[in-house]
């Protein structure tokens, strides 16, 4: 599976960015994308998932109300907006696939996930 993100770039406090994540075709049903981040000295930490097959999605508490994951199915694209950004929003952004879903729900930990982007970083200054 090869994933490439776009999107990333510099915004104010309070403003809004939407990254975008191609992937190459699954042909199965039983995968999830995730949206993973790194800040500098941090460890690389789970944000949002989505399960394209039935649009079931999972966030951590720090992006909830504010960040949303969605997906185009017949682009095989995943986007994550992010609006009310903050400042401890900044980071290297990734996104990736965990094949092993299956009936599941999407993971957010960042070891379930088997193929990976080469990120894009967002800086959000105050």
């Known amino acids: 599976v090869q994933l490439m993100e776009s999107g990333g770039g510099w915004v104010q406090a309070g403003g809004s960015l939407r990254l975008s994540c191609a992937t190459s075709?699954?042909?199965?049903?039983?995968?999830?994308i995730g949206w993973l981040r790194q800040a500098p000295g941090k460890e690389r930490e789970g944000v949002a998932c989505?399960?394209?097959?039935?649009?079931?999605?999972r966030y951590t508490d720090s992006v909830k109300g504010r960040f949303t994951i969605s997906s185009d199915n017949a682009k095989n694209t995943v986007y994550l907006q992010m609006d009310s950004l903050k400042p401890e929003d900044t980071a290297v952004y990734y996104c990736a696939a965990d094949l092993d879903v299956h009936s599941g729900t999407c993971s957010l930990d960042l070891y379930d996930y088997d193929y990976w982007g080469q990120g894009t970083q967002v800086t959000v200054s105050s």
């Open positions: 989505i399960k394209p097959s039935d649009g079931s999605t």
């Open positions: 075709k699954v042909t199965y049903d039983g995968y999830g």
